[in-house]
């Protein structure tokens, strides 16, 4: 059974940093791409950053310039790095992998920027 599990939320100031991580369990097949979402309260899910196995990514227009997503050195690992965070980062975080005919998703890890 594949699982995806994200790690490294928490609460920091603005302007602060966290680092995200996302690991599968449960597949010897690596994902064709993973991708980063996040959903605040009263909100649809946001698309954010996305990686694939060559290592092409893209970035969302509302984090571009802040946030960098990367592959980790395991297989079916990421990273998203978020620097110079604001309040309205605020969401539950949410890590997403595909590959044909599978999407998976993981639970989330909220992070929280305030003062």
């Known amino acids: 059974q594949v699982q995806l599990v994200e790690s490294g939320g928490g609460t920091v100031q603005p302007g602060g940093s966290l680092r995200l991580s996302c690991a599968a369990s449960?597949?010897?097949?690596?994902?064709?791409?993973m991708a980063w979402y996040r959903q605040s309260p009263g909100k649809q899910r946001e698309f954010i950053a996305r990686?694939?196995?060559?290592?092409?990514?893209n970035v969302a227009d509302s984090v571009k310039g802040r946030f960098t997503i990367s592959e980790g050195d395991a297989r079916n690992t990421m990273y998203l790095q978020m620097n110079s965070l604001k309040p309205e980062d605020t969401a539950v975080y949410y890590c997403?992998?595909?590959?044909?005919?599978?999407?998976?998703w993981g639970q989330g890890t909220q992070v929280t920027v305030s003062s």
């Open positions: 997403n992998a595909e590959r044909v005919q599978e999407e998976y």
């Open positions: 449960g597949t010897d097949f690596a994902f064709s791409a």
């Open positions: 990686v694939t196995i060559g290592g092409y990514t």
